[in-house]
């Protein structure tokens, strides 16, 4: 935990009014017996079995878990992702029924069938195969939300490839920092993609990147822009698919443990922390919890609106929806612009029955009005998601009421990049719902709020989120023990084996947890996750500054937006071409994501006597607060300065 941010001993879990999911809801859910949570709590590990039996397997796993060496789940057991996303419901008689409805950014529409699906997979894997790729190596994929970045990560899958795909809002350096950490000597891009109606470039930020790794890299590049051929030492995806069309590749049989993809996130050091999912554990978690969370089924349509290249998209637009069969709605887009209809026009022309998004774009609905959703047909939803961050209770009154005709349960989804599914949810068929507490950690995950001794909190008092046993969609570091695995301690069949989540939390005496934000230094900006060490590692290399502090500030829309304090070195001003360079270093070196709301130059930052940056401290002033306790500061002389600040 960083400094001065331990949880505060305080604040109960605030009086909620409980809302039960309506009977017509519970009658057809796939999950309704509140049995199901002292039912896998008796039989673990062994309940995992219902998980890991919605897949298909080509050897069944010798046990459910083994902690003889590391944690290893469904040990003997061997499958394939994209054989269980594709293959499956072909052989099942559904080759037509949709697989993917994708909706561009300029209104375009493209529906894959199963069948196409199935036919694009196996002639792009049978390109990555002539291009050299084999079982373990890893592909980079930097592209918009677009069918082909699905049909790659499904080739990848197919041939036992691991697949890394990062957001196509990170800059070239961001981009080439992954690749060379992962050691990938192939890049599918795209050669742009759309915003406000005008074509932006991707494909020489792609270039930009493999000119700076030290491996050598080749590219496929898919034509999003329909433009003249960019020029260039590439192959084209098109013609990768028009030379392989109709070959069919064979799945590759990947031991549970295998690695299926590599995602990195934003952790507490500068550089980018790298999460390993595995093949089986993960792909059993995901579809376990489309099934009894979002309670999907393969005629439903399944809308998450995250971009791909973040965990959510991975778990919830890809692998749960298309490992259940169902068919899941891509989207390029953002909510506006054009116009504020968009969201609401995909729901009524796809007719989607579970909607999954998070509550920074359900802030700016709010703002944009009741009336927008009022002119559409949303009658289709029966289920709706919100992840990232904490849904108050007032947004989800309106998602409910507005979005969800007062008669769709909300399922608030706690969980991370780190935990590859859902963990903490109420079950739409079983549980009621609390506005603005997520629930109870979901059947067979075990987690807890602890204090600062690791000891259980009592019943309203915050603490520390920590899961105390091991689950299925654990990434490997975890399960080794090693590297950023330190927030985990202990043997795993210790009884105090647990693993640190960074979250505040409060248990209510039902054990509904309530979220109150990260401990560490991790920002959630519009539900994107950022370091704020990753942003002052940018900051402080620009010439000209000493030192900088990076928080985050309380936004309205936004959840949080970002405030870089920076001192300038002696007899350098602070003037706005000095704050211009800030904000080019952080899009340079991250994206426009993380490029920060507020620069403020200060003299000096505020520090401990031990020479720690008081980031309480100037959390409070982000937030136009008064800090309260000065005490502490080995420089108060940076008080008057800073403290004039929020006067202004
Ligand atoms: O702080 C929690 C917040 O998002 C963090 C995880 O971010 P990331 O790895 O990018 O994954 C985002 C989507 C799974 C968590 O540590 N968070 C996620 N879901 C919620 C949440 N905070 C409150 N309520 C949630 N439902």
């Known amino acids: ?40 709590d008796e039989e673990w590990p062994e309940c995992w079995r219902r998980a890991a039996d919605r897949l298909t397997w080509t050897s069944q796993y010798d046990s459910v878990l083994s902690t003889a060496d590391g944690i290893d789940w469904f040990p003997g057991g061997e499958l394939n992702a994209s054989y269980n996303c594709v293959d499956r419901h072909v052989e099942a008689g559904r080759k037509n029924h949709a697989a993917i409805k994708w909706e561009g950014k300029l209104g375009e529409t493209r529906t894959y069938t199963y069948q196409d699906l199935y036919r694009e997979v196996n002639a792009f894997a049978a390109a990555l195969r002539e291009m050299g790729v084999e079982e373990d190596d890893v592909v980079t994929l930097y592209m918009p939300v677009l069918p082909e970045l699905v049909v790659a990560m499904l080739a990848c899958a197919r041939i036992g490839a691991v697949h890394s795909v990062v957001f196509a809002g990170f800059s070239a350096d961001a981009l080439a920092t992954r690749m060379e950490n992962a050691g990938s000597a192939l890049l599918i891009t795209c050669d742009g993609y759309y915003r406000r109606g005008t074509a932006v470039d991707l494909k020489s930020k792609a270039d930009n990147a493999c000119l700076s790794v030290s491996q050598d890299v080749d590219q496929v590049v898919v034509d999003r822009l329909e433009g003249p051929s960019y020029p260039g030492d590439h192959r084209s995806y098109e013609d990768c698919i028009d030379a392989h069309d109709g070959e069919v590749v064979e799945p590759v049989a990947r031991e549970s443990g295998d690695l299926l993809f590599y995602i990195y996130t934003s952790g507490t050091t500068g550089e980018p922390t790298e999460v390993r999912h595995t093949t089986g554990g993960y792909l059993s978690h995901v579809a376990w919890t489309s099934h009894a969370v979002f309670d999907l089924e393969p005629s439903d349509t399944h809308w998450c609106t995250a971009d791909v290249g973040w965990i959510t998209g991975h778990s919830y637009v890809v692998y749960g929806p298309l490992a259940i069969g169902a068919t899941t709605v891509l989207f390029e887009g953002t909510p506006d612009p054009p116009g504020k209809d968009r969201f609401w026009e995909v729901i009524e022309r796809n007719a989607v029955d579970v909607f999954y998004t998070a509550p920074t774009s359900i802030r700016a609905f709010m703002k944009w009005g009741e009336e927008v959703p009022a002119r559409h047909d949303l009658s289709s939803l029966r289920l709706l998601g919100s992840v990232g961050e904490s849904i108050d209770a007032t947004a989800w009154e309106w998602y409910h009421e507005h979005i969800g005709g007062g008669e769709c349960p909300i399922v608030d989804t706690w969980w991370q990049t780190e935990t590859g599914g859902v963990m903490l949810s109420t079950l739409p068929g079983v549980d009621e719902m609390r506005p603005g507490s997520v629930g109870r950690p979901l059947p067979g995950i075990d987690a807890e709020v602890v204090d600062e001794f690791g000891e259980e909190a009592p019943t309203g008092e915050s603490g520390q989120l920590v899961v105390t046993k091991p689950w299925p969609g654990m990434p490997v570091a975890l399960r080794e023990g090693t590297d950023w695995a330190r927030t985990a301690r202990g043997d795993p069949d210790d009884e105090h084996w647990a693993y640190s989540t960074g979250d505040g939390a409060v248990a209510d005496e039902d054990g509904y947890v309530t979220l109150l934000g990260r401990l560490d230094d991790v920002v959630n900006v519009s539900g994107r996750r950022l370091g704020t060490t990753e942003i002052e590692s940018a900051i402080i290399g620009v010439e000209g500054i000493a030192e900088a502090a990076v928080v985050g500030g309380e936004d309205d829309l936004k959840g949080t937006t970002i405030h870089a304090y920076v001192s300038p070195a002696a007899n350098v001003a602070g003037t706005d071409d000095l704050r211009q360079q800030v904000r080019a270093a952080v899009e340079d070196a991250i994206g426009p994501v993380a490029v920060p709301e507020e620069i403020t130059f200060t003299s000096a930052l505020p520090k401990t006597r031990s020479g720690k940056i008081l980031r309480r401290y100037l959390e409070a002033i982000a937030n136009g607060e008064q800090p309260e306790d000065t005490s502490s500061l080995r420089n108060p002389e940076v008080v008057g300065e800073l403290e004039s600040l929020v006067d202004e």
Request: proline share 15%.
């Open 1 to 40: 935990m960083s400094d001065g941010r331990d949880p505060a001993v305080s604040a109960g879990a605030p009086d909620r009014e409980s809302v039960a999911p309506p009977p017509s809801f519970v009658a057809q859910a796939n999950v309704t017996d509140p049995d199901i949570y002292r039912e896998f």
